[in-house]
């Protein structure tokens, strides 16, 4: 159920005065009323916890008072401590039989702890004293909703339709969110739905209530199965088998997670001895045994991708870590792998997301190392690459840029394209000015090695706005009148030089 604001506030609680308290001091009554305003306060500021020091501190001065208690349990129940509330509830309406709204909270708190008839009782008390009190009709319908939620639950268990139990219990827990018992019987067909994270946090308590119950030993396995603890589940399979050893289901799930555990353990052997083939294929035969294994077959895929990884298969490894990352969203490793595969086929972009999402999640130095690199490169990748401009590469010596200078500045000198269109003149015009650019900073020792770390050259006084490629093109070739391009026919040129 949801508390409105109008239904819930503690200071829309008429103050009521049981005769008893009317022997009290005034001193006490009028400190009892302040507590009670502070309470209010808090209580309007969603500050919960002061709400409910003060709503105590005015019942210990006037612990007759019902409207104190009622109050009181509007706060226990805003903080979800519906046992205690209903005990409040329970004195409040013992104080006072008419409190309407202390029969209203004590209906909503049996129905938030399950207990649907009790809550039934207490609404239809409501509606004795006001015939016309929609709220107690409606919390009415919703505790007979679920009773009869309960009924076919019990009913759809008996014919082993799980599903249907599971969706009768998240609408019972709608009304009912505190009670036990629904979570309980949900997680036990969460597990036999294959929905086995859901369940693992109530497992235990089942085999608390009965250690030798066999089909919550079977659960309780089946949930470590598939978190990946595949030796403790197979112990859980083994105790359920003992318990009933009929058990079908714990012996296939006992077969199924002991194969599993082979499988992977041979291919974790295969490559540790390099074997990376063989390890390709053990780990593809583990992930056809159970497909439902999330937690282990993410690890699987990882286990795969780092083997493809070996194997140059950039690709099919950034796939693998990608099925990792869907089965398991905080799988660390398989982003840390996918990053790895991103960074060494230059996909920098999304190298820099994975390291992000690392490192927002494990804040190391290394990690931090690693997203800082993969920024720096992605920025270095989205600059103009020079080597490429030149067609050398990133080793090349002086004298090698200078002859891959002269090649492309001649390439590409306007003169060279005086006759051709306009939009070929732009072109290669744009071209020239970049080689220009290129051999200015690959030529200059400085500006090279800032380049190369991947530094804003702007840094270094190098503004391209100022850039002339022609002047850098004269100074190589020997100034004005050095060099001149000549027309042989329609297309083509020879180089003469002064």
Do not use: W
């Not at 008996?158 to 019987?185: G, N, S, T, Y």
């Not at 079977?218 to 470590?224: A, E, I, K, S």
């Not at 969203?329 to 790895?340: F, G, M, N, P, V």
């Not at 920024?375 to 002859?403: F, V």
Request: with cysteine; hydrophobic share 35%; proline share 2%.
């Amino acid at each position: 159920f949801l508390f409105t604001g109008g239904e819930m506030a503690a200071g829309d609680c008429d103050v009521i005065m049981a005769p008893e308290a009317q022997t009290l001091n005034e001193v006490d009554m009028r400190e009892a009323e302040s507590f009670k305003e502070q309470g209010n306060a808090y209580y309007a500021k969603k500050n919960y916890i002061e709400a409910f020091n003060y709503y105590t501190r005015a019942i210990d001065k006037c612990p007759k008072n019902a409207s104190y208690y009622g109050n009181r349990a509007a706060t226990l129940m805003m903080l979800g401590r519906f046992q205690e509330a209903l005990e409040d509830t329970q004195q409040a309406v013992r104080l006072d039989d008419s409190f309407i709204k202390g029969h209203l909270r004590e209906g909503k708190c049996h129905l938030s702890l399950g207990n649907a008839m009790a809550a039934c009782r207490c609404f239809q008390k409501v509606i004795e004293f006001e015939p016309s009190n929609t709220q107690a009709q409606q919390e009415l319908g919703c505790a007979k909703s679920v009773l009869e939620y309960e009924r076919m639950a019990e009913s759809d268990f008996e014919k082993r339709d799980f599903r249907k139990v599971v969706f009768c219990m998240d609408r019972a827990l709608e009304f009912a969110p505190a009670c036990h018992r629904f979570k309980i019987l949900k997680a036990e067909c969460l597990a036999l739905l294959g929905r086995y994270p859901e369940a693992q946090s109530v497992a235990s308590d089942i085999l608390r209530m009965d250690s030798t119950n066999a089909d919550a030993l079977y659960v309780r396995g089946l949930c470590l199965y598939y978190e990946d603890c595949i030796d403790k589940a197979v112990q859980f399979f083994v105790q359920a088998l003992r318990m009933a050893p009929d058990h079908e289901k714990a012996r296939l799930a006992c077969r199924n997670a002991k194969a599993l555990k082979s499988k992977k353990d041979e291919g974790n052997a295969a490559f540790k001895d390099g074997n990376y083939e063989f390890a390709c294929l053990l780990y593809t035969d583990a992930l056809a045994i159970d497909p439902n294994n999330i937690k282990t077959n993410a690890k699987l895929y990882c286990n795969r991708g780092t083997v493809n990884a070996k194997l140059k298969k950039l690709e099919q490894a950034i796939e693998d870590c990608t099925n990792a990352i869907k089965l398991d969203e905080t799988y660390i490793k398989a982003y840390l792998r996918r990053a790895q595969c991103y960074m060494d086929t230059e996909q920098y972009d999304e190298a820099v997301r994975d390291y992000e999402k690392v490192y927002q999640t494990e804040k190391t130095k290394e990690h931090k190392h690693l997203l800082k690199t993969a920024q720096m490169e992605l920025k270095k990748s989205k600059r103009k690459d020079y080597y490429k401009i030149l067609g050398i590469d990133k080793n090349a010596s002086e004298d090698e840029i200078k002859k891959a200078y002269r090649k492309r500045a001649l390439l590409h000198h306007p003169d060279r394209h005086s006759s051709a269109t306009p939009e070929v003149q732009k072109e290669e015009e744009k071209k020239f000015k970049e080689v220009g650019e290129a051999f200015t900073v690959l030529s200059d020792p400085k500006k090279k090695a800032r380049y190369d770390s991947g530094q804003d050259l702007d840094e270094d006084g190098f503004n391209m706005g100022d850039f002339d490629a022609n002047n850098i093109f004269k100074a190589f070739f020997g100034g004005p009148g050095g060099f001149s391009f000549e027309a042989s026919g329609p297309g083509n040129f020879f180089f003469q030089f002064g």
